[in-house]
């Protein structure tokens, strides 16, 4: 056998020992984290604090995936009666807390009464093992209930309350002859009455080719619709003791009411007929297209966002009839995620008042955390953008007004209706004697299947 030359057994032996070296020295496998999948809607999962939250937990990752909220939660029946799916924690809005509430459906979701927040929370803020009944009392009751399902589980932690008050542009309502002060634009619609007659002399002031265009005093006169259901006690279901509650969408006088206030303020002309949340409504609030908007805190932010270059021309007033509240939204963790603890974790975490005074600040959702209403934080908070509006104290005196409302099961699809309905009046395509009949015809066909 030929012996290998001196250098190149060296070569040979220093080779082997690098490439052992190698192998020894190689890096450790990072290691993986766990991602929370949130499956939600609009601006309920706020990225500044999302990123918080990794900050603080490196081992977590947040995936926050946007639906349209009636997507969302078909998207989330169809996941509960397969029992699988992606999601770690899921939202719901108010609308279909009844749907959620009723028979057994309160199965497809988490009793948060069994969990406890870990030791991971402690440095964020939140206490370790606390369960739902233990952090209850920081919110606002009738919050928190439409969470709560009639056999008495917690599926959800409510993320904010909507609140409702008047955006309107001084700037516009100078140019009209109307006051600017808040206070004084505030006196001007004790009633929906006085708010169409503000609305109808604002458009008189307004010239032809300003009416040509489109422009008036409300963007949708039909939103009226909805402000005045929710001053009420009842909807369209009345709490009698069972988890079902008493249909009264054909008895309860105060969707005649609503009803007839919005045809009066469609017949008026007031609204621009924008419909909220279409393009032509994002262009229309920087163009002037609407001097007034009933806007719910979480609605701010839009009108931030969109018409950035109004800056300082809005403010904020006090709503017709005192008080008022729009949206809400619930947090749920679903019974099949394999992630329930870390789910839980950051759900108390980001729900709590600590961080609900933070979102409300940075994208003006209005805290359900009701252990906010009195603290000067929240009361003294002024918004620059709307003239420096006490915003805090103007939004919490709304929905302190408000008295709870029972949200039954096909609360959503009914209130859709109603909607379809003014929407056939405002075209000029029906009367209001007509479609008013037709939607309880469409309702009383809805409820039979």
């Known amino acids: ?49 999302k990123l918080e939250y990794e900050k603080l937990h490196p ?23 397969s029992k699988t799916g992606p999601a770690d924690i899921i939202a719901f809005e108010v609308p279909y807390s009844g749907y959620w509430r009723t028979g057994n459906r309160s199965a497809c979701f988490e009793d948060l009464r ?20 233990d952090i209850k009392k920081n919110y606002l009751p009738w919050r928190w209930e439409q969470g709560v399902a009639f056999n008495d589980v917690v599926m959800g932690i409510p993320t904010d309350v909507g609140g409702l008050q008047v955006a309107y542009r001084t700037d516009l309502f100078k140019k009209a002859g109307l006051p600017t002060d808040r206070v004084a634009v505030a006196k001007l619609w004790p009633t929906w009455e006085k708010f169409i007659e503000v609305g109808k002399g604002y458009v008189a002031k307004l010239t032809p080719a300003e009416k040509k265009s489109g422009k008036a005093f409300i963007d949708e006169a039909g939103s ?23 249909l009264v969408y054909k008895t309860n006088p ?17 609204g621009a007929r924008l419909g909220q949340f279409q393009n032509d409504w994002y262009q229309g609030m920087g163009k002037g297209a609407m001097a007034t908007i009933l806007a719910p805190a979480w609605m701010l932010d839009f009108i931030k966002k969109y018409a950035p270059q109004t800056k300082g021309k809005w403010d904020i007033a006090d709503l017709p009839g005192g008080g008022g509240n729009q949206g809400g939204t619930e947090l749920a963790i679903p019974s099949y995620s394999k992630k329930k603890q870390a789910a839980y974790d950051f759900l108390t975490w980001y729900l709590a008042p600590e961080q609900q005074l933070k979102v409300f600040k940075s994208y003006g959702l209005f805290p359900s955390a009701s252990v906010l209403y009195d603290d000067a934080a929240l009361l ?7 003239n420096n509006a006490p ?33 056939r009046v405002a075209a000029k395509k029906e009367s209001s004697e007509k479609s008013y009949a ?12």
Request: with cysteine.
């Open 1 to 49: 056998m030929n012996k290998l030359p001196k250098s190149k057994v060296l070569l040979t032996a220093l080779l082997g020992l690098s490439l052992t070296a190698g192998l020894m020295a190689a890096p450790a496998k990072a290691e993986e984290k766990t991602e929370i999948v949130i499956w939600a809607f609009g601006e309920v999962i706020q990225r500044g604090l």
């Open 391 to 423: 915003v805090g104290k103007i939004y919490a005196k709304s929905v302190l007004n408000l008295q709870p409302i029972f949200e039954g099961e096909k609360q959503r699809i009914i209130d859709t209706t109603f909607g379809a309905g003014l929407g």
């Open 380 to 386: 003294e908070y002024k918004d620059e953008f709307f």
């Open 59 to 81: 081992d977590i990752k947040i995936t926050a995936v946007k639906h349209e909220v009636d997507g969302l939660h078909n998207k989330t029946t169809i996941a509960c009666q």
């Open 254 to 270: 105060q969707i005649k009411k609503a009803w007839n206030t919005a045809v009066a303020a469609h017949s008026a002309g007031i």
């Open 438 to 449: 037709k939607v309880i015809s469409d309702i009383d066909k809805l409820l039979k299947n």
């Open 224 to 246: 009226i619709y909805g402000a005045i259901m929710n001053q009420g006690t009842t909807k369209y279901y009345q709490a009698d003791g069972t988890d079902a509650g008493k």
């Open 114 to 133: 069994k969990m406890k927040t870990s030791d991971t929370n402690v440095s964020a803020g939140i206490a370790a093992g606390l369960s739902a009944n």
